[in-house]
């Protein structure tokens, strides 16, 4: 949202010359080898391989459903009509070729002839079309699709194989957009048969088939022996290796990495940090890491709701909040802290932000008096006759320790007289998204571009009752508007960079938001396990994985 999979020893190199370089353009990836299946010989054909998720997915519509667990699975399941390799080049997948038109507002996509999807129906123009026109409309209540098609405006059926698609401005953003599982084609036949119902019945061109979902327990794919088209970052050519590949949930921790360990799974992803160091010395056990890119997890602080519209306020929560001591005592030196609002792999990343904010309890206590908060007999703060209180929601499980991120601000804030109430809801949709009760909400996403933080800060980001949004400062700033607005049309990278830069240090500088730490993707696998990759965002890809004998 980057990386590809490493053993931890060489990741280790990979971020050393990683930090060194440092600048503020796109930084290479943290990680760039694979545990390709030509490092452990010929890959071994069949098998059944097990991996474990932290979390349940909510359904396997891409068109719909945003969460990155179910990009997890669905990436098996859809392909996407281009590629984006870790180099961040652009390549064919289910597209051959595409011209674009001058004024970059239209795009010619020439088709692969030789794709079916898994029913058996033609991949071909229409679908193309079909898919992008049901992802625009209303009734089918895309949560994120529709914000990565960027401006659409439609598609032309130039012939059967040939596809126009039309924006209604430039987009730079729109080839990386295209490659991620959130555009992947699912097959039009299957979407009108099943409706609503798609997100539990997928059907794409992917090299597995969706076979079984026993809900909370497990997802069951099998091999599509008819696959041939895969993209350019996987190192086979045919049919996958794998008989079945099958999705266990198991949101404990602990069930989670014992499971590997007993060999009850093939692989386990999202390694808490306590279990790095003694697996790293298991010698059943290999550890594969990439760095998620696009949004790190950053805390958002509601402007729709007193005192927080007020930047003094504001900044003294930025001051009071001491990330580098959260960071480093839940994550052991395992998680890298987070300093912009866009991770340090992306274009135009803000270098310039690193160790620019930092805690100062005496500047957070100095801006609260100032504006006339007076601490009470309890310690608390209260001005005209109210308490200064802060909601703080999150979700369930205790995902990455956002719960325990939640508990240390609630102390930290205390000592500067803020009353932290920390809420934490299995479904924090209708809290969140529905009513706004939020003061302070955690979020992360995971792209390949810049133009995500328009997702997170742009007017049309707000939620409402009626409409999906990940703008949780709610705050309308047409400064803001512009500088992403401009990000989005821009077609030279320099200039682009430059302008993501000033989003950046707006959002720090004016505390919208308090950037918390960079999420290492990090998988325990079997050492029977070969061919496990990542993709240019840090999602694992199954399509090479095989089983050594």
């Known amino acids: 949202m980057n990386r590809r999979l490493v053993p ?14 440092c600048g503020g353009e796109a930084k290479p990836p943290a990680a760039t080898g694979a545990d390709s299946p030509s490092a452990a010989g010929a890959p071994v054909q069949g098998g059944e391989f097990s991996y474990a998720l932290a979390g349940s997915p909510s359904g396997l519509d891409p068109n719909v459903v945003p969460a990155a667990v179910d990009y997890r699975v669905m990436r098996s399941i859809y392909d996407s009509l281009v590629v984006q390799l870790p180099d961040k080049s652009i390549k064919p997948w289910l597209a051959t070729e595409w011209t674009v038109s001058p004024d970059g507002k239209s795009y010619t996509f020439k088709l692969r002839n030789d794709v079916l999807f898994h029913d058996g129906t033609p991949f071909n123009a229409a679908a193309v079309k079909y898919n992008f026109d049901r992802i625009v409309n209303p009734a089918t209540k895309s949560k994120f699709a529709v914000t990565l098609l960027g401006p659409y405006e439609s598609s032309e059926i ?45 059907v794409g061109t992917g090299a597995f088939k969706f076979v079984s979902w026993v809900e909370n327990s497990a997802i069951t794919l099998e091999r599509n022996p008819d696959y041939k088209w895969g993209p350019l970052i996987a190192d086979n050519k045919g049919p996958a290796y794998l008989d079945k590949l099958v999705f266990k949930i198991i949101p404990e921790e602990a069930t ?21 160091v003694s697996l790293k010395g298991d010698p ?11 949004i790190p997890f950053t805390l958002m602080l509601n402007q729709s709701h007193e005192p927080w519209n007020e930047l003094n306020a504001r900044k003294a929560v ?13 994550y052991l030196g395992t998680y890298q802290r987070a300093w912009s609002p866009l991770s340090p792999a992306m274009l135009g990343y803000n270098a310039s932000l690193e160790n620019a904010i930092k805690p100062d309890t005496a500047k957070a206590n100095q801006l609260l008096d100032e504006l006339g908060w007076a601490r009470g007999a309890d310690g608390i703060r209260a001005k005209d006759g109210k308490k200064l209180t802060l909601q703080y929601i999150d979700g369930s499980p205790n995902r990455e320790k956002r719960n325990d991120i939640a508990a240390m601000i609630q102390q930290q804030l205390k000592q500067v007289g803020i009353q932290v109430h920390v809420e934490i809801l299995a479904d924090t949709t209708t809290a969140v998204m529905v009513k706004g009760a939020n003061d302070l909400y955690g979020v992360s996403n995971v792209s390949g571009d810049p133009d995500i933080l328009r997702s ?43 302008i993501y830069k000033k989003v950046q240090a707006y959002v720090v500088e004016n505390a919208y938001g308090f950037p918390v730490y960079v999420f290492p993707y990090t998988v325990a696998a079997g050492k029977a396990v070969q061919g496990l990759k990542f993709d240019s965002l840090g999602y694992p890809l199954f399509y090479d994985v095989s089983l050594a004998k």
């Open 8 to 21: 931890l020893s060489a990741l280790t190199m990979a971020l050393v010359i990683f930090l060194a370089g």
């Open 158 to 202: 130039v012939d059967e194989y040939t596809v126009k698609v039309n924006l209604k401005s430039p987009y730079a953003a729109f080839l990386s957009s295209l490659g991620q599982a959130f555009l992947g084609i699912v097959s039009p036949a299957a979407a009108e048969k099943h409706k609503d119902q798609l997100v539990k019945n997928p």
């Open 256 to 276: 989670r990495i014992g499971s590997v360990q007993s060999g009850q799974v093939s692989a386990v992803e999202t390694v808490p940090p306590q279990n790095l």
């Open 284 to 294: 059943a056990i290999k550890l594969l890491q990439a760095e998620a890119t696009g």
């Open 318 to 330: 930025q001051y009071a909040i001491d990330l580098d001591a959260i960071v480093k005592t839940l």
């Open 456 to 498: 997170f800060f742009h007017t049309n980001a707000i939620p409402t009752p009626e409409k999906w949004g990940h703008n949780h400062t709610r705050k309308s700033d047409k400064q803001l508007d512009q500088w992403l607005e401009e990000g989005l049309r821009e077609q030279d990278p320099a200039k682009r960079a430059d």
